[in-house]
Nanobody, 123 residues
């Protein structure tokens, strides 16, 4: 079993910074890839970034120069740092994980998902 929990979301002003965390528990030794997605109301879920234990990394169209990401060495936590937040970043941010290596960063590539954390950026 694998459980993913996102944290770090909230209501911020444009220009503020947030650090989102995805923490895995359970059979974390099986995790090989982790990623971040986001979904605004009424829109499709968007791929942000994902990486795996082999060093592969993929960036989605939602990725931009204001973001950075990191995964701890134990591969049970993945961070998404958001600097200079903009209203367009408002969304529910989901983390995902899989036992397989990273492929294309598609939703169906990941078998395990967190429940999401809300990020709201006011202008």
């Amino acid at each position: 079993q694998l459980h993913l929990v996102e944290s770090g979301g909230g209501l911020v002003q444009a220009g503020d910074s947030l650090r989102l965390s995805c923490t895995a528990s359970g059979h974390t030794s099986s995790v090989y890839s982790m990623g971040w997605f986001r979904q605004a109301p009424g829109k499709e879920r968007e791929f942000v970034v994902a990486s795996d234990r082999n060093g592969a990394i993929k960036f989605g169209d939602s990725w931009n120069g204001r973001f950075t990401t990191a995964t701890n060495t134990a591969w049970d936590t993945m961070y998404l740092q958001m600097n200079s937040a903009k209203p367009e970043d408002t969304a529910v941010y989901y983390c995902a994980a899989d036992w397989r290596g990273l492929r294309d960063g598609k939703e169906d590539e990941f078998d395990y998902w967190g429940r999401g954390t809300q990020v709201t950026v006011s202008s």
